[in-house]
């Protein structure tokens, strides 16, 4: 069975989910209702579809699991949403705080003929503008390593890997900050308690909240360039 656009939405984002998530391939329904903005009834009957099309197993009490089938589906929509963001970024010239919806819309649509175009003429890139990875087209996702910048040791130079936020007003303020995937800075200081995270970014020292600070993953310059 082919799945529909719907189902392919829903595949995606448990993908995604579960990414940030490494401790168990499970992801919640509560969850994706959350990310997809749906009501519970609702994911509920899509999950019912995907388990019954053999795309995803459900455990009560745990969640969802994809199977192989379905995560090939959730690849194929995946790679088609970040090439079209980068297309709209690095071709058209939006900001990448503008292109998330749009990609989700395009995606669903363009031919993989149109999107390998696209690929071309961005320039093969191994990443979305957000800083997530590119599946290729044969369907294999490339691994990132990278950290929740909360989490990492002061008094180190990183790079920003990911930003794991679509909301429209953190992406503009950390383009303010010039904070963005591939950008290097240094982590100065964090205040105990979840306190405020002081950076270094090209000469400028900028406070981000422990919440703001939750939204980046970050790397060595080289575990950076693996992918």
């Known amino acids: 069975m082919t799945a529909t656009e719907s189902m392919q939405e829903y ?3 448990a993908y995604r989910i579960a990414c940030y998530q490494p401790e168990t391939p499970f992801v919640s329904t509560s969850a994706l209702a959350d990310e997809l903005n749906v009501s519970a009834p609702a994911v509920t009957r899509m999950v019912g579809r995907l388990k019954h099309a053999g795309f995803l197993e459900h ?6 699991r994809l199977t192989a089938a379905g995560e090939r589906e959730a690849l194929a929509n995946i790679r088609r949403h970040r090439l079209v963001e980068r297309f709209l970024v690095d071709i058209m010239g939006f900001g990448w705080h503008e292109v998330h919806d749009d990609a989700d819309d395009l995606g669903l649509v363009v031919s993989e003929i149109l999107v390998d ?4 003429m961005s320039g093969y890139p191994k990443r979305c503008p ?3 990875p590119i ?6 996702m490339p691994a990132v390593i990278d950290y929740p910048l909360p989490e990492v040791e002061v008094n180190r130079d990183y790079v920003i890997s990911r930003v794991h936020s679509h909301d429209e007003h953190k992406l503009r303020y950390f383009s303010e900050l010039q904070i963005e995937p591939g950008k290097k800075f240094r982590l100065v200081m964090r ?9 270094l970014v090209d000469g400028q020292t900028h406070f981000l909240g422990h919440e703001l600070a939750g939204a980046l ?3 060595s310059q080289e575990e950076y360039l693996l992918v």
């Open 11 to 13: 595949l995606a984002e």
């Open 217 to 219: 993953r970050v790397c």
């Open 191 to 199: 205040a105990p308690f979840k306190g405020p995270l002081q950076l």
């Open 130 to 132: 957000h800083g997530e």
């Open 59 to 64: 455990e009560p009490y745990r969640g969802v």
């Open 117 to 120: 175009k696209m690929e071309e």
């Open 135 to 140: 599946p290729s087209a044969d369907g294999i």
